[in-house]
């Protein structure tokens, strides 16, 4: 049964809605165009006849017709828009425009896309290039690419969550930016000999991807390029890197091992960020930058030497650690802290309980953010305490603050909700905005008589403090300051 004429709906000459549902359709000679999307995951379509009339199909137009074999596509046509047979059934197709081989769409020898939904894809020899978003989020498992092939788009094998192994050929020179981005069951990995370039998020969460072998010759590790890969137990990096990028191989929570050439100069930010397991680096004698947390919460990491070529090492570097100590002209570890000018930075071991050593003047901004610690020792040296500095600090019970500190800046015990007893400083004249927030189980604090200031939300949260005396010598206390 052939399709009825009511079942187009036709305006100005383009076709812009099929309402039928027969197998085999031809396309009324008085069509001109074919819309977007027009015949878009029609499952009972197995054959299209098009006629000459036609000068243009429209983007995605048969995409996902699972059951479309065959197609009679006029010469005369002028043009055919992108994933126009995307996820059909179509093996072969050859017209002017566009060429269909092995279930592959191909133009001017570039893959645009899957013609087929198939499992396991030979890619003909003819082509020389995978275009952007080729097979993005397909079902595919695996894929034959011949040495032809020089280029590979950006996505083009994007969340392919099947895909178990790929070998590059030689002649492919860059892996561009999220090429194999979340392919969650990648095993194996073959790079070419001549690749030069890894992406930003190249194979960031391909979660099984493991023994990655970096060819002697790559210059570029782009940020965030293997992030994530969980399966990644060591890696070396070639002596033609001279920088790896920001998040490189950060949260390769089984990374092990990682040996970096005498060449390098520069380790990005979060570079190693969240590796649990790094238990060795060498850092190279060549060795300029360390970025921002570089090496951070790496719980394993208990020795490490920063060589004197170092010129800049970045905040929070070798937070949460093993370290305890470091000694280098820019940083120095002290009983598992970070120290620089006598102010503590953060914490460089993940321990329950921490003595500040009294060399110390002033906490850092942020230094216990989040912290698991349950206690702290602050000597009398210290004077000054950041914003943030015990921020949702969630263990800590109990706090004695040294004479000598003159103010509780913003937030700085907000939501430690274990925080039962306070010893505030008779030298405190100002407690700002937020700083005991939070604390529910706040229940033991005493103002001092020289306190002059009590900011915004001060104690917003401590029900227990209900009650708590307040100084008469207080000059200035900002709205709702004390609602508990």
Known sequence: MKASKLDFKIENGTLVKYFGNEPQVTVPEEVTAIGDKVFSDCEFLTEITIPPSVKKIGYSCFSGCRALTTVHLPQTLKEIRDCCFMYCNIESLFHPLLKIENGL???????????????????????????????????????YIPASVKQIGEYAFHKCAELKAVAIPDGVQEIKKYTFWECLNLEKLTLPSGLKKIGISAFENSSRLSGVIL?????????????GCKSLEEITIPPSVKKIGKGCFGGCTELKSA??????KEIGESCFNGCSELKTVNLPSALEEIGEYAFSYCKFLSEITIPPSVKKIGKGCFRSCNIKSLSHPL????????????????????????????????????????????????????????EYAFYNCAKLKALVIPDGVKEISRCTFCDCGNLEKVSLPSSLKKIGHSAFAGDINLSSLI????????????????????????????????KDALVF
């Open 105 to 143: 769409a191909i133009k001017d020898n570039c893959l645009l896309y899957p013609a087929q939904d198939l499992k396991d894809y030979i890619i003909p020899d003819t082509v020389t290039s995978i275009g952007n978003n080729a097979f993005d989020s397909s079902r595919l498992e695996s894929i």
């Open 447 to 478: 103002l001092p008589e020289g306190l002059e200031f009590v900011g915004i939300y001060a104690f917003i949260g401590c029900e227990k403090l209900k009650g708590m005396k307040i100084p008469a010598g207080i000059k200035s206390m900002e």
């Open 259 to 264: 040996l970096l050439p005498e060449t390098l």
């Open 215 to 227: 060819p002697e010759n790559i210059e570029t590790l782009e940020k965030y390029a293997f992030a």
């Open 331 to 386: 940083l120095k570890i002290e009983n598992g802290f970070a120290i620089k000018d006598n102010c503590l930075l953060y914490p460089a071991q993940d321990l329950k309980d921490y003595i500040i050593p009294d060399t110390v003047t002033s906490i850092s901004n942020n230094a216990f953010f989040n912290s698991d610690l349950e206690s702290i020792s602050i000597p009398p040296s210290v004077k000054q305490i950041g």
